[in-house]
């Protein structure tokens, strides 16, 4: 998936901090249609960890079960009222907080692992 602005940007600086958290985790991309020809980035481990979308305004990373996550630096802030999934909005300009979200990878990988 090639974008030239900050979105792409945002997706490359994700996609780094989650193959640090997690070596071995595999990256598809998955649901390419004509409005979006990119498709959507995935990354999983024994199951599915995350969703990179991309959208005008935003990066939404999507964690699939991220309702069982805990989350100390209250990285989610978006789809926080879900029964299983919870998000992270970026937006141009946003910074990550690199080792809080490599925890968060990592506590996911292991949720997948333990189920």
Not at 15 to 23: E, F, N, S, V
Not at 31 to 55: D, F, M, Q
Request: include cysteine.
């Amino acid at each position: 998936m090639e974008m030239n602005d900050w979105r792409g940007e945002m997706l490359a600086r994700v996609r780094t901090l989650i193959k640090q958290a997690d070596p071995d985790v595999i990256e598809e991309v998955k649901w390419r249609k004509p409005s979006n020809p990119a498709g959507v980035p995935t990354w999983s481990h024994e199951g599915l960890i995350c969703t990179g979308e991309t959208y005008k305004d935003k990066v939404k990373l999507t964690f699939a079960k991220g309702a069982a996550l805990e989350d100390p630096s209250g990285l989610f802030n978006a789809s926080l009222e879900g029964k299983a999934r919870r998000a992270i909005d970026l937006f141009e300009g946003d910074t990550i907080d690199a080792k809080a979200f490599k925890a968060l990878i990592r506590e996911a990988v292991a949720l997948n692992a333990s189920v």
